[in-house]
């Protein structure tokens, strides 16, 4: 009860940091040299930043620490936070109908953990935390006051048991929220402007949670909110980063004197060089703009800006920290001291295959019943075969792939629709495709040379099926 709670007071802390990063107007004006106008996006422009995935392998460590347990922590893989302007497409956000722009953040970790020789159930005493982070947003081209956004994070964890089978629990949230600006922003903004930015929410909160890829166990909630904050834009500073020297705008968000405020650093271009939150006068949490892409911009002196929807990752990046955080500390506690359960690769086809049963049961005759078994039963012969296929698949993209395992019984399901995967010449496509694509085939030997066969036109549409699925 008191994690829960310590949770929730932190994540209504960090709020403040959220709102500056959506409803900052980005017109500056500090003197006669900074100035910035509205930018031009082309699909494809770009925003990167650093400091996401420092402070969530941070704050794995601190909960590792806290529970007085020598393990080993190590990034196995990650990519930066980035920024992308996906398209431009025709859109209908409530009462808007028009022309949207489309924003897409990505990131990704995957973490695993090492605990000492012989003391756990896990194989090899180690475990792998994948951690993904995303949002879309669609904020209409012309004036108007609606806007859409919605976020996920998944977070799973991997392990093999002593017995060599692969177990995986998974987490996810999801908010999906419509924005409603009722404020109205400054044209332009002056060092020692003061403003109030507020706007109404409709939020579709879910909570998700499955065991071994199997069907999800999900909570859907919906609820309205106003937020009302105001800003300060209070001077003209010089930063140093990874980009190089820049002319900044300090704007702050929250009471300065409390010690908890948030400020974002704005550059002449309009871009969110820096943003940094303070708690009770200490910095929390900083992240720093490492790299963009904007096509309209010829040259470093060229006066553009960046609207706000692009840099609203911040919306997502705490409280989306705040999960990870929750969720790991929960799992790494549980998963330490409890023997994990044995459950088949195949669970969500059982699953399924249990339902089909009894509704039969309450429908059908006993005979009918009795034949309808038979024919699930001889069913699962193929089921038995292709759970080595799905486990070689599954072994494969945790190796090479881990962002595709969540669309795993997906795929397998396809297959099984096409009647794919099932003879010798598929599973000798397959490893040919691997080995041309990786150098690597299905069961993870390492092969140089490559095979050219002739297909069959029956195999045709299962390669091009694969080729589809082995896409990064």
Not at 107 to 121: L, V
Not at 268 to 282: A, I, S
Request: with cysteine.
């Amino acid at each position: 009860m008191e994690n829960n709670r310590g949770g929730n007071i932190k994540l209504k802390d960090i709020s403040v940091i959220l709102i500056i990063l959506i409803i900052i107007p980005i017109p500056v004006s500090g003197d006669e040299e900074f100035k910035t106008s509205s930018p031009d996006y082309l699909v494809g422009d770009f925003l990167e930043y650093k400091g996401y995935s420092e402070e969530i392998f941070s704050e794995l460590k601190s909960t590792i620490k806290t529970q007085n347990q020598e393990v080993e922590l190590a990034v196995e893989e990650e990519n930066n936070l980035k920024i992308e302007i996906s398209s431009f497409e025709e859109c209908e956000i409530k009462e808007y109908e028009g022309l949207c722009q489309r924003g897409k953040t990505n990131h990704f970790m995957n973490i695993s953990i090492k605990w000492p020789s012989e003391s756990t159930n896990y194989l090899d005493d180690k475990m792998y935390i994948l951690i993904t982070t995303s949002e879309e947003s669609l904020t209409p081209k012309t004036e108007s006051p609606w806007s859409w956004t919605k976020r996920i994070v998944i977070i799973t964890s991997i392990f093999n048991t002593d017995n060599n089978e692969i177990q995986s629990v998974e987490r996810r949230i999801s908010e999906e929220i419509v924005y409603h600006r009722i404020s109205s922003e400054p044209e332009y903004i002056s060092v020692g402007d003061s403003w109030v930015s507020a706007e109404k929410r409709e939020i579709i909160f879910e909570s998700s949670y499955r065991e071994n890829y199997g069907l999800w166990d999900k909570t859907i909630s919906n609820s309205n909110e106003t937020i009302q904050r105001i800003f300060n834009a209070n001077s003209v500073e010089i930063l140093n980063n990874e980009l190089g020297t820049a002319r900044v705008l300090s704007i702050s968000e929250g009471d300065v004197m409390s010690g908890n405020y948030s400020i974002a650093y704005l550059d002449e271009l309009g871009f969110n060089r820096r943003v940094d939150k303070y708690t009770n006068g200490n910095l929390e949490f900083s992240s720093e703009l490492i790299d963009y892409r904007y096509l309209k911009t010829p040259d470093p002196s060229a006066q553009q800006s960046v609207q706000t929807e692009a840099i609203c990752f911040g919306v997502f990046i705490f409280s989306s920290l705040i999960f990870i955080i929750l969720v790991f500390g929960n799992e790494f506690r549980n998963k330490r001291t409890v023997q994990p359960q044995t459950v088949e690769i195949n669970l969500l086809d059982e699953k399924l295959l249990e339902f089909n049963r009894e509704k039969q049961r309450k429908y059908i005759n006993r005979h009918e019943l009795e034949l309808t078994e038979f024919k699930q039963n001889n069913s699962l012969v193929y089921n038995q075969n292709e759970t080595e296929l799905k486990s070689k698949l599954r072994s494969y993209y945790l190796k090479h792939n881990p962002a595709k395992l969540e669309f795993l019984n997906e795929i397998v399901r396809s297959m099984e629709e096409n009647d794919f995967g099932k003879s010798e010449d598929h599973m000798k496509i397959l490893n040919l495709q691997l080995i041309e694509k990786y150098g690597i085939d299905l069961d993870g030997n390492q092969i140089n040379q490559v095979e050219k066969i002739e297909l069959p036109n029956s195999s045709k549409k299962f390669k091009e099926f694969m080729e589809s699925i082995l896409e990064d």
